[in-house]
């Protein structure tokens, strides 16, 4: 018997599966009265990656969301990569995540069990890797298999960072280069290189563990994660919300090796275009490459960190005592014509 690959059994993969940033706009837009929160700092006003509710003794919750559909064929792993995806909204405001809580689709009379149990397993590994509790969820039997988690965490009020609080004159730097999305869709499509899928997997299965202690960092001014807007929809997110712009050298955007072979056979995912239809009028200088790449909507990606240009070198001396080389790839400046400009 063939082994069963679960990204047949749905119409979209990982973070792809997110609906673009336009519609979003239209779908969270509301005239209702908005009930007021003292302690609620991080709500969904700045498209920020978790809510985050002062407890008032200095220390904050943090609360976030996240499943999609299959990423990859193999059940145990994706359960683990929709894990670390999850959990990374925690890690991406300088938090520490506490529990995770389970949330599956499954199409009982499409896919065994089994392969659900598997999924669970991936997740259970991660939330070991991450020092967490699985400690529930919730199932429900659905169309499409679709896993994640909902996350709580904790971080202390001044080491929170969010994705509107970067300042003029900040480098950007990732801590995980970019292309899962085109990788992955030439799995899909049985065109990816065993090597390059492999690759994409350990990006994908990494913990941004990082980013709880680069909250730790008064220097580092803004983090987000790239997901599934790709990093010029997360980087937007940024700039139009600390009212700047970016401008960024495109051959120092860290990538996965062997994207141009895919490119040149117009390997992408569909929510590339959607991705870029939702922000193209605010970006100047996209190519033929750079558009699918930059737009590629990420599964489980890195953290983007905006650091003051003057700690550069204190920044890059810590990561590298996490085992981590990295260099910066652009700089925030003052609000321009184009929210991002593209060298």
């Known amino acids: 018997m ?26 969270l837009h509301s005239d209702f009265p908005k009930a007021k929160f003292q302690n609620l700092l991080v709500g969904n006003e700045s498209k920020d990656d978790a809510a985050v509710f002062d407890l008032g003794d200095g220390n904050c919750l943090v609360s976030t969301t996240d499943f999609f559909m299959p990423i990859v064929d193999d059940a145990f792993t994706y359960g683990a990569i929709a894990s670390v995806n999850a959990i990374s909204d925690v890690y991406a405001m300088g938090g520490k995540p506490l529990l995770a809580l389970a949330i599956l689709g499954w199409p009982v009379e499409k896919l065994p069990a089994e392969l659900a149990q598997q999924v669970l397993n991936g997740s259970r590994s991660v939330c070991a890797k991450a020092g967490i509790p699985l400690a529930g969820g919730h199932s429900i039997d659905s169309p499409e298999p679709i896993f994640g988690l909902a996350v709580t965490g904790t971080v202390k009020k001044e080491n929170l960072k969010q994705n509107n609080t970067a ?7 990732l ?18 290189m065993q090597e390059d899928l492999e690759e994409a997997v350990r990006v994908m299965t990494e913990l941004n563990t990082l980013g709880y202690e680069l ?32 401008e960024i050298e495109y051959g120092k955007v860290p990538l996965l090796k062997n994207i141009s072979h895919y490119i040149s056979k117009f390997i992408y995912p569909d929510n590339t275009m959607r991705n870029w239809q939702s922000y193209e009028k605010k970006v100047n200088g996209i ?15 890195g953290l983007l960190v ?12 810590f990561v590298r005592s996490k085992n981590l080389e990295l ?8 609000r321009a014509e184009h929210v991002i400009v593209i060298k």
């Open 2 to 27: 063939d082994p069963i690959k679960l990204t047949q059994y749905s119409h979209g993969a990982g973070c792809g599966c997110k609906i673009s940033p336009a519609v979003l706009d239209t779908i």
């Open 167 to 173: 300042t003029k004159g900040c480098l950007l730097y």
């Open 175 to 192: 801590t995980k280069p970019i292309g899962v999305g085109i990788i992955t869709t030439a799995q899909k499509r049985g065109l990816a």
């Open 215 to 246: 909250g730790k960092l008064s220097y580092v001014k803004a983090m987000t994660d790239i997901t599934g807007f790709g990093l010029l929809g997360h980087l937007t997110e940024v700039c139009e919300g600390s009212g700047l712009s970016a």
């Open 287 to 301: 190519g033929a490459e750079s558009l699918l790449t930059l737009c590629d909507p990420q599964t489980s990606g």
């Open 306 to 317: 905006c650091v003051e240009e003057n700690k550069a070198g204190e920044f890059e001396n």
């Open 327 to 334: 260099k910066p790839f652009g700089k925030l400046v003052s």
